[in-house]
């Protein structure tokens, strides 16, 4: 049944099938992110799939209904070329999901895919598996038509393979569980080998968590250590167990003093395997909110998975001054951070005065906003802990450079950018919006509304839309949070004609193009929410 005697019958079933596995790869491009930034969880891809106002499956629905229908018309149309009327409709099909990975690329995904060697891995396994179905149900339908017979199904013999894109999802997922028979077992023996040489390391690690903030202060943090200490982070926002071995194994632990570690946590238990790996010396909790309640359930889970840190902290821990006393009944020596005061903030900055064991000196960095100050607080505790001086510090404060995509500040023909692209907390938003007030000119906001609050989403989304009544223009973006803000703007006292909502974040730049002017500042608030 699967290799048929004449040579041209099988070289077609093999031609139509390897074209299908690579255009089912291709239009499987952008939902491969998402299950990558799903930490590869088809328990959580499906989540996005299903997610109320995601239109994934609506469009591969779309899809497939246009394929059918064009494919049974022009099949029918060319049906005096006999059996070649089959593979002229297949072209149509292939043009239409030609079309279809192109406007699909289009949407803007919270996270992008990112080509590590497991998303390629995994995209190898992915491109196989489409193979063998599609070459398993063309060869399944050829012969068929070999038993059969009848002209008519020979010129459509081809119409249930359009259907296909339909299985795109659940062949992402199968191909997922094949790949994790390598990935896991793989896995474990990176992050145990990282694990092995902290074990063996006098290197002193900081390790940073919280519900926001994270990064930010992992990176000022950085860049004020540098200045003494050779120091070695994890990149980016890289705060999963393979983040942090990825840059321990890829390091030689000698050549350093200090590892600044970011934790990041979706569920009780995530920061204890984390310090399991890389037990700190000081903590740092930048903060607590409701950010991630979609998976953590309740906010006392994101406070006691947050204090899994405190927990495994050697040392002392630096916590927040505003969520201090939600971690009162931990052992280990804690410091409230206090050590800012008197913060002032203008467009080119902020100004405040660092205080240390009755010393003070004032200093102003280029970052915007007060919670840029009081990221530098926690920062500064952190360092002070390790052995640096308050005027070390204090020289350090003005060189810390602009952290991408975080309140950065983009001059760009005139207009102000503040890029704040990977913000989704509900405190940065309004200190976000805040900076944004500070500057001269129009002041624009394009956003999608905030993700991942759980039940606090709607409300959130709301309170948000009320905060940016009396800016200029309001620019939505997408279709999942954006009728919360809008309802939120216009209760709030926004004018309507002011707001508006674009389904992708390409149509809302191209209509910033035709509302930019010299002298305006527009904030890009949040990431998209297209992601679980």
């Known amino acids: 049944m699967f290799i048929f005697v004449s040579v041209p019958k099988t070289v077609e079933c093999i031609a139509v099938a390897v ?181 063996n390391s006098d290197i002193k690690i900081i390790a940073v968590t919280g519900s926001y903030g994270k990064t930010s202060t992992k990176f000022i943090l950085n860049e004020i250590l540098s200045r003494k200490f050779r120091t070695l982070t994890t990149p980016r926002s890289h705060n999963t167990p393979i983040g942090i071995a990825l840059a321990v194994n890829n390091a030689q632990l000698e050549d350093y003093d200090v590892f600044i570690a970011e934790m990041g946590a979706r569920h009780v238990g995530d920061i204890a395997e984390l310090c399991e790996i890389c037990p700190p010396d000081v903590s740092l909790i930048t903060g607590i909110c409701g950010q991630h309640l979609e998976t953590f359930g309740t906010f006392s889970n994101v406070v006691k998975a947050k204090g899994e840190i405190l927990e495994a902290t050697k040392d002392r821990a630096v916590i927040a001054d505003d969520c201090f006393d939600l971690f009162a009944d931990y052992a280990c020596e804690k410091v409230r951070c206090g050590c800012v005061s008197d913060v002032e903030c203008f467009e080119d900055g902020t100004q405040f005065t660092l205080m240390f064991d009755g010393q003070s000196r004032r200093v102003k960095t280029k970052l915007l906003g007060a919670h840029s100050a009081y990221n530098i607080a926690l920062a500064a505790e952190a360092a002070y802990a390790v052995g640096m001086g308050l005027d070390e510090i204090a020289e350090a404060v003005p060189e810390i450079g602009y952290i991408e995509h975080r309140l950065q500040l983009i001059k760009s023909g005139g207009v102000n950018i503040l890029d704040d692209g990977y913000n989704s907390n509900v405190k940065g938003a309004r200190a976000a919006i805040e900076a944004l007030k500070l500057f001269g000119g129009r002041k624009i906001v394009v956003t999608p509304g905030l993700v991942e609050l759980g039940v606090l989403e709607e409300e959130e989304n709301f309170t948000l839309g009320k905060s940016l009544a009396g800016l200029d223009f309001v620019i939505l973006v997408g279709e999942t949070l954006v009728l919360p803000v809008k309802r939120g703007y216009t209760e709030g006292g926004g004018d309507e004609q002011r707001i508006m909502i674009k389904p992708t974040l390409a149509a809302a730049q191209e209509e910033l193009k035709k509302i930019l002017r010299d002298g305006d500042t527009v904030l890009f608030l949040n990431d998209l929410p297209d992601v679980v």
């Open 19 to 199: 074209t299908l596995a690579v255009m089912l790869s291709l239009a499987a491009y952008k939902p491969m992110g998402v299950l990558q930034s799903a930490g590869y969880s088809g328990a959580k891809f499906f989540k996005w799939v299903k997610k109320k106002g995601n239109m994934a499956m609506q469009r591969l629905l779309l899809l497939c209904l246009a394929c059918s229908v064009a494919y049974a018309a022009s099949s029918l149309c060319f049906s005096f070329a006999g059996e070649w009327a089959a593979i002229v409709g297949m072209i149509f099909v292939v043009i239409l999901l030609t079309v279809y990975c192109i406007s699909d690329g289009k949407i803007a995904l919270r996270s992008e895919v990112t080509h590590t060697p497991r998303l390629n891995r995994l995209y190898a396994v992915l491109f196989l598996v489409f193979a063998l179905f599609s070459y398993l149900a063309v060869t399944f339908l050829n012969f068929a038509d070999e038993v059969w017979g009848n002209a008519i199904f020979s010129y459509l013999r081809y119409l249930p393979v359009t259907l296909m894109p339909l299985a795109i999802f659940p062949l992402m997922a199968f191909a997922n569980v094949l790949a994790k028979i390598y990935e896991v077992p793989h896995n474990a023996k990176f992050v145990k080998r990282a694990k092995a040489k902290l074990k």
